[in-house]
């Protein structure tokens, strides 16, 4: 009588960044979501828009098919530069998720060769340094115009619940009427509350944040705070630091 042994031999590959093993032994979706699909032969992933998927670390490039032990994946609502159709993407090229010309975490930031437009959300390929320079001239001397403009037409806010605000500036700043003429005082109260506005505005811009959550490969799940604004910049720290301090102020 002759006894056999056979012996096997099987290598066991982790499951790719994005992805993890299921009850079944397959490898699929690290984060369960309703219309989100997963495909370990292709590595693609499909979902219906205005949702975006990646990892945290959108500016370290890698293969599709790696495995990292410490990657951290992002599965959150994205309604202001996300696609709104359905997009079939890899985790190494999440550019696809984004409209606009946008791209990177959340699509908060152009994609490289690629500026913000002015006065819009929208991206476009940056001109040379002389273009630059013609449009900050244009808009110094449209910032003249318009104080010019505002003393011409006696444009200003001296009526409603403005008044307010006018009569205060007529008796802080009765001098500055005798010396540049009877509009000077409601024109730069005009100016004054443009100037005020624009600067809430931006204080608001600047201070609204976004919590995220973040599942990472060994199955810990933390929240991080971003800049709303752009989902790029982690809150209060590193290029936000000094937004953050100025709009404290």
Request: proline share 3%; glycine share 6%; charged share 15%.
């Amino acid at each position: 009588m002759y006894h056999h042994k056979i012996q096997s031999y099987f290598i066991f590959n982790e499951c790719p960044i994005g992805f993890r093993e299921n009850s079944s032994g397959v490898c699929d979706c690290s984060v369960s979501r309703e219309n989100v699909t997963c495909d370990i032969n292709t590595l693609d992933i499909t979902h219906n828009g205005l949702l975006w998927i990646g990892t945290y670390h959108t500016s370290t490039p890698f293969n599709a098919n790696e495995t990292n032990p410490n990657a951290c994946i992002i599965n959150e609502d994205c309604l202001l530069y996300c696609s709104p159709n359905p997009v079939t993407f890899q985790l190494n090229d999440t550019d696809t998720q984004c409209v606009d010309t946008r791209g990177q975490r959340m699509c908060g930031s152009c994609r490289d060769g690629y500026s913000l437009l002015m006065g819009s959300n929208k991206c476009g390929q940056c001109h040379n340094n002389y273009m630059m320079i013609a449009w900050i001239a244009l808009f110094a001397v449209m910032g003249v115009l318009l104080v010019v403009l505002l003393i011409a037409l006696n444009l200003t806010v001296s009526v409603g619940t403005l008044n307010g605000l006018l009569f205060y500036a007529n008796i802080r700043y009765g001098k500055v009427s005798r010396l540049m003429g009877s509009h000077a005082v409601p024109v730069l109260s005009t100016l004054f509350l443009l100037s005020y506005t624009k600067l809430v505005r931006t204080i608001v811009i600047v201070l609204h944040k976004r919590e995220v959550t973040l599942h990472c490969t060994n199955e810990s799940v933390r929240s991080v705070s971003l800049w709303y604004e752009d989902p790029n910049v982690e809150y209060a720290k590193g290029k936000h630091a000094g937004l953050f301090g100025f709009a404290l102020l």
